[in-house]
């Protein structure tokens, strides 16, 4: 297999394990930040190294539109290209292409839309996406699916869903690089049922890991958990469980702790574009006039950003000086990558619980 997944250690259904491929080793539970077009905003690959990411996430449909697979291809691929050798994970696009176009026309076959960029009609079907990702060459690539908005009808989500299912089949098929993992993605909606369908039809499908896709999209905690722990309760334990798209800190340790193994998000970087930054005792919002003589750096533990007053931050964010944004986007980043590497340890000295209400304590 081009992916393993070793357990190394868990308490009670929290795990952390580590993901073997061909370019090395991934230790789990493991936050990806997102480089949605080849790059984390306001980063470089000098970055990724000193904040130790293991995995950085490219999004298959901006890279296909531009600079197109074919040219990243010709240049050697994802990792040549951006001079990034750690791992990265591509998504499928389908979630941009639901959610960047208005015009979107999905039928049994795949979908067609609208390029953002030049406005250019495209058609996708699910071996456009194996094929486009096997192309742009990361370590792992996620089958395409339908992502329906939440709320939505009963029917629209079941439709969505059992495309998914359908494509997913198509993906495996079409799937030839052996030194690349894919991924299913379970669908469902908040139906606790309808997630523990789609599961056990993924899982029989034998992927080498499972995302679970079309969550923290709109619906509460409280919707999502129940439909997260159906999923999981039918994945196979010994692949990867990812919980796509969801990056903060209350959903994170609460999903670590019924078994997910893998998540992404673009929010630390937003965040951090609009000065609201995460720290140890929540959030700190940097726009805050009360800063504007604080001599406090924004968190003494996070070594992005330590050396650094909260009055000089907010000052280079009061007069739209690029720099705020990337120091605090190195700031957020850290903070996350921070918060698995505790949860692993707290797993490992099986006191996760106690970790995982200290958290709450704080976040929810």
């Known amino acids: 297999m081009s992916l393993t997944y070793e357990l190394l250690a868990s308490d009670h259904q929290a795990r952390r394990g580590r993901i073997t491929t061909p370019r ?3 230790e789990t539970p493991v936050f990806m930040p997102v480089g949605t077009r080849g790059a984390v905003i306001h980063l470089d690959q000098r970055d990724y190294s000193e904040l130790e990411i293991e995995v950085v996430l ?8 531009r600079p197109g697979a074919e040219t990243i291809d010709a240049l050697g691929g994802i990792h040549a290209f951006t001079s990034w050798e ?5 998504d499928s ?16 076959d795949g979908v067609t839309f609208a390029s953002i960029y030049d406005g250019e009609k495209v058609r996708f079907t ?8 096997e192309l742009l060459g990361a370590d792992i690539q996620m089958a395409l699916d339908v992502c329906p908005a939440l709320p939505a009808a009963e029917t629209d989500v079941i439709r969505a869903m059992e495309r998914t299912h359908d494509w997913a089949a198509r993906a495996k098929i079409a799937h030839q690089r052996n030194d690349q993992a894919l991924f299913g993605i379970v669908q469902g909606g908040t139906d606790p049922a309808l997630r523990s369908r789609s599961a056990k039809v993924l899982a029989s499908l034998d992927f080498h890991g499972y995302g679970i896709g079309g969550l923290s999209v709109g619906e509460t905690h409280a919707e999502m958990m129940p439909a997260l722990l159906s999923a999981i309760a039918e994945l196979p334990a010994d692949r990867p469980r990812y919980l796509m798209g969801v990056g903060d800190p209350v959903r994170i340790v609460d999903a670590i702790g019924v078994g997910v193994d893998m998540f992404d998000c673009v929010l630390p970087t937003r965040l951090a574009r609009h000065g609201t930054i995460l720290t140890g005792e929540g959030k ?4 805050n006039a009360k800063h504007a003589r604080d001599d406090q750096p924004l968190d003494p533990l996070n070594p992005m950003s330590n050396r650094f007053s909260r009055a000089y931050l907010r ?17 957020n980043i850290w903070f ?6 505790q949860a692993r340890t707290a797993i490992e000295e099986a006191r996760y619980e106690a970790f995982r209400h200290q958290t709450m304590e704080i976040w929810a």
Request: glycine fraction near 8%.
């Open 24 to 26: 090395g080793s991934i």
């Open 58 to 65: 490219g999004n298959t449909y901006h890279l296909m539109l």
């Open 86 to 90: 750690g791992h990265m994970l591509t």
């Open 93 to 108: 696009g389908g979630f941009q292409v639901m959610s960047l176009n208005d015009n979107v026309h999905v039928d049994d």
């Open 126 to 133: 699910p071996e456009d996406a194996v094929l486009t990702q």
């Open 284 to 287: 700190l919002n940097l726009k």
């Open 315 to 331: 000052h280079l964010m009061q007069v739209k000086e690029p720099t705020a944004a990337r120091i605090a986007t190195l700031h």
């Open 336 to 341: 996350l990558l921070d918060l698995v590497k």
